[in-house]
């Protein structure tokens, strides 16, 4: 299983950025997928989670209103579509793949077994 993460970069506050994951080895339709970021000297945090059915994205109460979670199963991808970001909004993004779950997916780090490498995004003027 691989998770290949990729999109983050360089944004102005206010900006928006779309960041792709793409899992190998799997099929998504089949699992939970989840984003986390990562601040400096903080700890990893749950963005939002998809579990392999129907049911609209979860998010975490600090991501609702400004990121939007989306998958594309016949393209083994999801997507985390970010507006209007701030400063704190600075971190490593990682997707991550686990078994399936129920409604809500989970958002705890230890629950997921398979990580991707991360993408940097940093919100700065």
């Known amino acids: 299983v691989q998770l290949v993460e990729s999109g983050g970069g360089l944004v102005q506050p206010g900006g928006s950025l779309r960041l792709s994951c793409v899992l190998s080895?799997?099929?998504?339709?089949?699992?939970?997928i989840a984003w986390f970021r990562q601040a400096p000297g903080k700890e990893r945090e749950g963005v939002s989670c998809?579990?392999?059915?129907?049911?609209?994205?979860h998010y975490s109460d600090s991501a609702k209103g400004r990121f939007t979670m989306s998958r594309d199963n016949a393209k083994n991808t999801a997507h985390l579509q970010i507006t209007n970001l701030d400063p704190e909004d600075t971190a490593v993004y990682y997707c991550?793949?686990?078994?399936?779950?129920?409604?809500?997916?989970?958002?705890?780090?230890?629950?997921?077994?398979?990580w991707g490498q991360g993408t940097q995004v940093t919100v700065s003027s």
């Open positions: 991550a793949r686990a078994s399936p779950f129920g409604t809500p997916c989970p958002l705890a780090p230890d629950v997921y077994n398979s």
């Open positions: 080895g799997l099929f998504m339709s089949y699992g939970t």
């Open positions: 998809m579990t392999s059915g129907d049911s609209p994205p």
